[in-house]
Structure formats: structure tokens, C-alpha cells
């Protein structure tokens, strides 16, 4: 029996590091959490050359398709006292309906990940009903100056836009605290989950409010965990319908994630199944 699919569908990223780069990025954070729940992965991206060949490292080849780009959407993540300070210093190309191939358009799970407003919005409509949609909308809810240095916008869809979203997950830092626009998208998502950080997660539903606690972890490396949080929210999601359920395996996912750098401490399933077991009524 072949795996389910988890389409990712945003840019990669190469972020400036001591001596280099790494890749990061929605689209290489929730698809190495999906390949290690048992998902088959999907990236749909755009990069240079030398973006696919980092990407290659992390995937198979019949596991993502991409845009050629003059470059690989570029960041440069400073951590000042446990608030991140970016840089955006490349983007590659945007990502419409078309450039999804057709063989891809029955996924089982359809995660729209933009990191710089590069995916078209046309995208929710071309996916609306005919899967488990699931939005991260960080790259819709920021911009950023002449110099590169990222601050917040706002990004408020139409009604239909947000109801044809089965679930919708942010940070308190994507939004910048703004509770009224958290509001919003609860008023119109089925599912709205707030993410915290160390402090856990807050779910809206329909009018149900919901906070759960994280598992306590040793930080190392911070970076990524929001989409290690996402997949794993959306993958438990599709597969139990409980969104409270969904949360607690997305909480666990996500706090050993950043107990090692980059891509290495995404749990897999059994790690995370355990942890929870042992833990009932975390």
C-alpha cells in the first residue's frame, strides 16, 4: 500500500550561516517532517541550481519539482535575545496554479507555505474541496524594504478565501500580537492555531478556544520549528479529524526540533508516539 502525499508548495531557502549556507524553508521543513510521519513528500519550489542541488541532499528527485530561478530565496536569521531578526537578500520566481503537475493535484494533504509572497493566492481555489488544505501564511504577512530587513503586513482575504481552508496555522510573531487579525481568521477558517513557541499552542474553533502546552525541550536551534509544528498539525489531522489530538502531536513534533540544528531533530513517528504515551495527560 503506497503512502499518503503531503504536496508542500512555497519556496525553499538557503540561509546565511558561519561559513555558508543551509537550506530551510517551509517547503524543506514540512516536507522532511511528513517523509519522517510515514507521509510521501511533494515539493513544488523555485531555486537555482544551486538551491536544487542543497535540496537534493534532503530528498529524492521524484519528490520535488522546481522553477528554474537566477537564486534561491535567501534569508539571514540574527536570534537577539530570543526574538529573530531577518533579512530577505534573494527571491526566486512565483508559484501559480499551472506550475503544479497534474499527476499532484489529487495529494491527500495540500500545504500552502509561502516564505515571500511567492505562491499565487489562486492557489486555495485551485485545492479547495478536493483535499486536506492547510495554509502557513508567514511569506503572506510580510514584506521588506530596499535593504532587505523583513517587517509585518498584513494579509486579510476575503471570507470564501479563508472558509475554503480546512486549517490555517500562524505564530504569534507572524501576526506581530495583533489579536484582531487572529480574530478574523477565526471568524471565517473552520481551524485557526496559534503557535507559541515554548508556551504551547492556542486553537480556535468555530467560537471553542482552546491552549495547550508544549513539551518542555533543550533549545538549540529554533529555526523551523513552526513548520515542523505545521506538517505535523496537518498531517495528525487528516488522519484522526481531532484537532485537539492534532495539537498535542504538533506541540511534541515541534520541541524536539529544536533540540538539534537545522533538519536533524525532526522526530520521527515512533519518537513522537512514545514521548506521548509516556505522557497522557500532557
Given amino acids: 500500500m503506497s503512502a499518503p502525499t503531503y504536496l508542500v508548495i512555497g519556496h525553499i531557502t538557503l540561509d546565511v550561516v558561519s561559513g555558508g549556507y543551509t537550506i530551510g524553508g517551509t517547503a524543506t521543513y514540512s516536507a522532511v517532517t511528513a517523509a519522517r510521519l510515514g507521509w510521501e513528500p511533494r515539493v513544488l519550489t523555485s531555486c537555482s541550481l544551486q538551491g536544487k542541488q542543497y535540496l537534493a541532499k534532503v530528498l529524492p528527485a521524484d519528490q520535488f519539482q522546481c522553477l528554474p530561478a537566477g537564486a534561491t530565496t535567501t534569508f539571514e536569521n540574527v536570534y537577539v535575545g530570543g526574538t529573530r531578526r531577518q533579512h530577505i537578500r534573494a527571491v526566486a520566481e512565483m508559484l501559480r496554479p499551472a506550475d503544479v503537475p497534474r499527476e499532484w493535484l489529487n495529494s491527500d494533504i495540500v500545504h500552502i507555505g509561502p516564505v515571500a509572497e511567492e505562491t499565487d ?134 520541541s524536539f526540533s529544536v533540540e538539534q540544528v537545522g533538519i536533524a531533530g525532526i522526530p520521527s513517528r515512533p519518537i513522537v508516539e512514545a514521548w506521548l504515551a509516556d505522557h497522557p495527560d500532557s
Fill in 121 to 254: 493566492p489562486e492557489l486555495l481555489q485551485v485545492f479547495a474541496g478536493r483535499c486536506t488544505l492547510g495554509v502557513t501564511p508567514q511569506g503572506w504577512l510580510r514584506t521588506w524594504d530596499s535593504e532587505g530587513a523583513i517587517r509585518r503586513r498584513r494579509w486579510e482575504p476575503d471570507a470564501p478565501s479563508l472558509s475554503s481552508i480546512d486549517a490555517i496555522v500562524l505564530s504569534e510573531e507572524d501576526v506581530n500580537g495583533n489579536a484582531d487579525l487572529i480574530e478574523y481568521y477565526a471568524a471565517h477558517c473552520p481551524l485557526t492555531v496559534v503557535t507559541k513557541g515554548y508556551r504551547g499552542c492556542t486553537l480556535h474553533m468555530r467560537g471553542d478556544v482552546v491552549t495547550l502546552n508544549a513539551r518542555a525541550a533543550r533549545e538549540v536551534d529554533p529555526t523551523g520549528a513552526g513548520d515542523v509544528f505545521s506538517a505535523a498539525f496537518f498531517v495528525r489531522l487528516h488522519e484522526t479529524g481531532d484537532p485537539i489530538l492534532a495539537a498535542r502531536f504538533a506541540n511534541v513534533a515541534g
